[in-house]
């Protein structure tokens, strides 16, 4: 969290969590270029 001090970092169970879920969400996501050769056979199909 920021605040007037600076940056505040949490450390809790629910945080672990969180980053856990976003780290797998990483590693699940397509790179840059297969996002856009996904979206470019997609807007294929609708042509």
Same mark, same amino acid.
């Given at each position: $969290? *920021?605040?007037?001090?600076?940056? #505040?970092?949490?450390?809790?169970?629910?945080?672990? =969590?969180? &980053?856990? $879920?976003?780290? =797998? #969400?990483?590693? &699940? &996501? #397509?790179? *840059?270029?297969?996002?856009?050769g996904f979206v470019a056979a997609l807007?294929? *199909?609708? *042509?």
């Open positions: $969290m *920021e605040g007037p001090a600076g940056a #505040l970092y949490v450390e809790s169970v629910e945080a672990e =969590r969180i &980053a856990g $879920m976003y780290d =797998r #969400l990483e590693k &699940a &996501a #397509l790179t *840059e270029s297969e996002s856009v807007a294929e *199909e609708f *042509e």
